[in-house]
């Protein structure tokens, strides 16, 4: 009868510690399901890397350009009949080496097209005695990147 009672006794924990494990279970299962199925509320908009790559140019502020450059990004520069492209590395070196802090810019910004995945943005910087303008393309991966930049002189 003792023996009965103890048996019963240990066939009740058993049951509750794997009810625990079960629910413990479900609930880390539940837990990484959420985690992963977060958005990347993180990543910059549309709007915010336009800003971002004014700056840059404005200002000489790479640090953020960095972020929102593709690795395989192309900048190219027409100077008369001549077209200088620059890779990622290049563009940030250049402008990290070649920026002017105090020189008065106004900017105009055009979106060209735009749709869910891709954009075509134009960027005038107007200096004193010239505009440079900027096509920049965007495209959404995990978030927009700069995939190509059209640079000229007027």
């Given at each position: 009868m003792v023996i009965n009672l103890i048996n019963k006794l240990i066939h009740k924990i058993m049951k509750t510690i794997k009810s625990m494990l079960a629910g413990i279970t479900l609930l880390l299962a539940f837990v990484t399901f959420n985690a992963s199925a977060k958005t990347h509320t993180?990543?910059?908009t549309q709007s915010d890397v336009v800003k971002t790559y004014i700056n840059a140019i404005n200002n000489g502020n790479v640090?953020?350009?960095n972020k929102?450059?593709?690795?395989?990004?192309?900048f190219n520069t027409k100077r008369g009949e001549?077209?200088?492209?620059?890779?990622?590395?290049?563009?940030l070196d250049y402008l990290k080496n070649n920026t002017v802090a105090g020189v008065t810019v106004n900017t105009n910004t055009t979106v060209l097209s735009s749709d869910d995945d891709n954009a075509k943005v134009k960027i005038e910087f107007q200096y004193d005695g010239y505009t440079r303008v900027d096509i920049v393309?965007?495209?959404?991966?995990?978030?927009?990147?700069?995939?190509?930049?059209?640079?000229?002189?007027?």
């Amino acid at each position: 009868m003792v023996i009965n009672l103890i048996n019963k006794l240990i066939h009740k924990i058993m049951k509750t510690i794997k009810s625990m494990l079960a629910g413990i279970t479900l609930l880390l299962a539940f837990v990484t399901f959420n985690a992963s199925a977060k958005t990347h509320t993180s990543q910059p908009t549309q709007s915010d890397v336009v800003k971002t790559y004014i700056n840059a140019i404005n200002n000489g502020n790479v640090n953020d350009l960095n972020k929102i450059l593709d690795n395989e990004v192309h900048f190219n520069t027409k100077r008369g009949e001549n077209i200088n492209t620059m890779d990622k590395s290049q563009l940030l070196d250049y402008l990290k080496n070649n920026t002017v802090a105090g020189v008065t810019v106004n900017t105009n910004t055009t979106v060209l097209s735009s749709d869910d995945d891709n954009a075509k943005v134009k960027i005038e910087f107007q200096y004193d005695g010239y505009t440079r303008v900027d096509i920049v393309t965007l495209n959404k991966a995990l978030g927009w990147e700069i995939t190509n930049i059209d640079s000229s002189n007027k």
